[in-house]
Every structure is written in C-alpha cells, then in structure tokens.
C-alpha cells in the first residue's frame, strides 16, 4: 500500500516523459499506420512491435505462459504446449489467430488481463501470415527480437526548443566543479550553473539519463535508457567545442557503449580509484566492470543477482571491494566484490529504499526511502545491517543520499521539494535547502565541495553554496524553452 505513493509518482514521470516522447515521434508512427496497404507486412517492423507490446510480458523468453516464447521468431514457430500456432499461407488455419479473435477463456491477451487486440492489428497478422508469415531477410530464426528491434530504434534529433520543462532526473558537476551537466530529453546538457546558461548539447540515444558520473579521465559515465523498453550505459567525451554534439554515432563524442539490457538502468556508481563502474536497474540486476586497463577495455566482472526487485541505488566502499545496493525489494544490501557473495542485508526501511552511500572509512552504510528515513548501519561482524541511528528525512518520500567529497557530510533530496544537509556521524540536519515547487529527483556536489545543485520534476535546477547555502542559481534546464 504504502510503497506505491512514490511508485506512482515515478509512473506520473514515467508518464509524463512518455507524454512527451509521443508528442515528439507520435507523426512518424502515425504516417507509419497510415501507409498504403501494398508493400508486404514486416515481421520485423509491423508484427513483433504488436508482440512485444501486447504478449511478450507473458510470453517472454523466462518462464514463458503455455511455454510459448515469442521473444524469437524460431521460438514462436516451434510453439508451446502446442505445436507451431501458425499454418503458413492459412491465418484461417492457425492457432494464433484463433486465440486472439476467441471471445471466450481461450482469448489472448487473456480475458483478465484487459482488452483484445484492435482489429486492425489482427487484420495485419492475418495478412502476415497469408504472405507466408516469413522473418525479414538478415534476421536469424533464433535472434533476440527485444535485441532486433532496439537496434531498429533510432533516436531523435536534438530539439530546437522544448514544448515544456523536462523533469531533471540526473545530475553532475564536471571535475573542475565549474559546469553541471543535466540529463534533457535525448540529450546531455552542459550548463554555466553560476550564471544558468546552456553552453554544450550532446545528443543521446538514452531518452533520459538516470544517473551520471565522471571517470578519472574526465569522461562521463551516464546511465539511462527508455522506460520499459531498454536500458543503456555509455560512456561520452563531452571536451569537444562545438556548441550541439552528436554522442549517437560519433566515435569522438560517444568513446563506450559499455551495456544495454532491456528495461531502465537507474543507477551507476564509480569506485574512489576510479577502476570500478557498477550500474543497477529495472532486470535487477548489478553489473560491476573493471576500468583498470582504461575505458576502451572495460571487461564485465560480474552480474550480480542479489535483489528480487528494480536496484535503485549503488555506492562502492572506500576500498572498492564492497558494494551496497538499494532496492524496490526494500532492502539495502552489501556485497562482497572479492569473494562474491552476499555480506548483508538491512531490512529496516520495510519499504523501497531508493538512494544508498557509505561513510568515508566504510563502517557505515547510509539509506534512503519511501519510509522518508534517512538510516545509518552497520558494515562488518555484529553489527553489519544493523540498524546505527535514524532520522525522519523529508516528511515525504525521501529519493536520493550522496557524500559531499572529503567532508563529514550527506547531502539528500526528497519529494517535498528540499535539499538537505546533514552531518554524517549525528545525522543532524546542518541546513535546509529549499524553494523547489516540485518534487526534487536528483542531487549532486561539486568535486571541491563548494557548490550543491539538485533537479526537480518541473525541470527546475536549483545550485546553492554549501558552507552557507547561499542560493547561487535557478534556472530551467530546458533549452530555448517555448513556453
Ligand atoms: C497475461 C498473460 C498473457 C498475455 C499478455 C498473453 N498470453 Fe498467451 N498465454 C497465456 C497463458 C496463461 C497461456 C496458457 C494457456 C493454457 O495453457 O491454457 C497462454 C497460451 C498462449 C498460446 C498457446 C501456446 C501453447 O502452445 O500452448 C498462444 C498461441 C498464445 N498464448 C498467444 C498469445 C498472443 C499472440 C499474445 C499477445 C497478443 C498473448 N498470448 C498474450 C498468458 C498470456
């Protein structure tokens, strides 16, 4: 019950970025419906979005209903409990069509799980499979057609001017501490935060960026995808001089396509040395790589499957040999890098845990969540996952918690709109940081520990002083913003 208020709220972004996406590509698609009806039907193009869209949740490549997978084309054809649902030439004849115009339990999608499919997308596979239901020329029987057709995707061009504010969902300074670079809508963007004007764009395939970090080498890590549709971690040059950069096909710009993965990756962290990237995410997965040889030969170190729901956060320990996670499944958790194993759980937040750091000698971990607790606990022997101290957070949903860099500080962000300070060992609140309208997604201090910037869900960017909490800017991190 409790947990889907925040829930909710990430839907209503989720929601509202989709929103968006559809006002922007929405024509092409609908040019797309719209074509005339000669051309041959693409099983590629026409019939596996349909899929996708509407089956694959069930008949996905695990644990799929009536043992049907039909996350490939040779998985489909060879059936499930029952043989091949499709006779070739004869949409009449086959399985598959029947099962979607039944009107009684046989129908799929199934009756309890919502509408049938429209006729016009029956009316497309029918006439697929009387052209021979054949897969395109230069796809494999067994490819990954989630795979396929991310690779079909492309992403949009830079907006000349946004329509409205994009919700801020990733933020970081640059190792200098002078920009801020902020996730926009297919793109980074760099800005001045002290005067709030925009000075760099870089084109993304990421729809939005859910975290960032620099690398040693001053390169950004960024990670991101869209919703429910793929996940993506890159790795950008953003040194380049022109003003508009394109880190989807340049090599200049775009240095690492480090992962991709099905659904959002929501979190990355680097390791103090910088020769560790570990990233969370919707799979629930953790995937640690090891950067010591550079970037260009990162090698995936491990896949780590430690939680049963979306990881929303990842901090290293000092050392770089322990990894705490965040998770949807409420818990935090530490793991082991070297022995590769599960060290411990923190349970007390019984509820999603969203942001999670650890203090600067490693002895205690630090989480934050939908219970609105911001709790400090125990790494090692006795006193690992167990609860140290806790305080009351942001009166709502609390989002996020970083370190401030060689400070004894936490710096947290929450949905009631503040940003705040906190002494690490107390857990006191040193200063309020405030004058967001909107929830606040994202936070981050500068390298030199002078500046603290954070982003909110109506696209405001807020970057006060630490030591005094001074407000040095507000902006709308939205280029050319028309409204
Ligand atoms: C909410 C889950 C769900 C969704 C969504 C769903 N199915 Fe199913 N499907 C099932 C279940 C459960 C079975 C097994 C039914 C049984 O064995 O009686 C099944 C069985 C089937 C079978 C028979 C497989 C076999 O060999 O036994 C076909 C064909 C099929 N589904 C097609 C589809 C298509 C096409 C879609 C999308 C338009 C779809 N399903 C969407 C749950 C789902």
Known sequence: MLRSRYCLCLLCATLAVAL????????????????????PVSFINDIAPLFKESCFGCHGAKNPKGKLDMTRYASLRKGGTKDDPIVEGKPEDSYLIDVLIATDKRRMPPLESGDPLPKEKIALIERWIKEGAKL????????????????????????????????ITALAFTPDSKKL??????????????????????????????????????????????????????????????????????SDVLVKHLHDADDEILCL????????????????????????????????????ENHADWVFGVAFSPDGKKLFTASRDKTAKIWDLVGGESLFTFPDHQNTVYGVAVKPDGKAGYSIG??????????????GGKQIRNVGAHGRVSLKVVRVPGKPLLVSCGADGVVK???????????????????????????????????????????????????????IASPRLSK
């Open 421 to 475: 300070v906190w002494d690490a060992d107390k857990l006191a609140n040193v200063r309020t940081l405030g004058g967001f309208t909107d929830q606040v997604f994202a936070v981050a201090v500068s390298p030199d520990a002078n500046l603290v910037a954070a982003g909110a869900f109506n696209g405001e960017v807020r970057v006060w002083k630490l030591a005094d909490g001074t407000l040095v800017k507000s902006f």
């Open 370 to 383: 939908e219970d609105n607790q911001l709790r400090m606990w125990g790494t090692e022997g006795d006193k």
């Open 20 to 39: 968006a996406a559809l006002m922007w590509t929405g024509s092409a698609s609908i040019a797309r419906a719209q074509a005339p009806a000669a051309a």
């Open 181 to 250: 670079v902020v996730g926009g809508h297919h793109e980074l963007m760099v800005w001045d935060p002290t005067e709030g004007k925009l000075e760099k764009r870089i084109r993304t395939r990421s729809r939005r960026a859910m975290a960032m970090a620099f690398l040693p080498d001053g390169k950004l890590a960024v990670a991101g995808g869209r919703p429910g549709e793929e996940g993506d971690v890159r790795v950008y040059n953003l040194q380049g001089p022109a003003p508009e950069q394109d880190g989807v096909n340049s």
């Open 269 to 304: 962290a680097i390791s103090d040395d910088g020769k560790k990237l570990a990233t969370g995410g919707c799979d629930r997965l953790v995937h640690v790589w090891d950067l010591s040889e550079g970037i260009d030969k990162a090698k995936l170190e491990a896949s780590i």
């Open 136 to 167: 395109d020329a230069g796809i494999k029987g067994d490819a990954d057609l989630l795979k396929e057709l991310r690779q079909r995707w492309k992403p949009p061009q830079l907006l000349a001017a946004y329509p409205f504010p994009v919700t």
